[in-house]
């Protein structure tokens, strides 16, 4: 008895399949890397769609579940992004473990320059942030998806969730003394 060959090349049309997929991710890419730069446009486009999401969900009046799941992932990929990569309270930990197994060499305050890096880069950020909307807005399209909801108190649940875990961010930023972003940032000039 023959078995069937598993190898689709030899299907007429299937090559040409695989051969358009992978010239679409080529181009798709290449869109993202020539857009890499252009963060201001980028987010502008974002905020777009975002603007775009909401006029539906209020034109329509329903898909709150699908709103709020968007505005929890939002709320995620946001703290990420102001979240270090390696968390201070951690390498404090570790630091102090390393003390209890014997001496060190001493540190002080003049420790040697770090850069802060996100734990979540811009780039990252923006792309999850557009898709997740892209993903909503599709969403939106299925009716199976409006489950009925009593709204306000999901609207309660996010923004007291907003509240807390904000506060949170901001006493840990404090705390270990790391601003995620420019502003306020000491800025050195080359004197010559």
Known sequence: MMQPSLDHSSEPGTTDFWAHK??????????????TPYSTYRWAATATLLLVFIIRIFTIQGF??????????????????????????LER?????????????????????????????????????????????????FRILDIPVFWPILLMYFLILFAITMKRQIKHMMKYGYIPFDIGKRRYTNKK
């Open 22 to 35: 992978n010239a679409l991710e080529k181009r798709f890419q290449k869109f993202l890397d020539e857009a």
């Open 64 to 89: 709150y579940i699908v709103t709020y799941a968007l505005g929890i992932y939002l709320l995620n990929l946001f703290l990420a992004f102001l979240q270090p990569k390696f968390d201070p309270s």
């Open 93 to 141: 930990e570790i630091e102090e473990n390393e003390a209890e197994d014997g001496p060190t060499l001493p540190t002080n305050a003049n420790e040697e320059f770090r850069p802060f890096i996100r734990r979540l880069p811009e780039f990252k950020f923006w792309y999850s942030a557009t898709k997740a909307t892209i993903i909503s807005l599709v969403a939106t399209l």
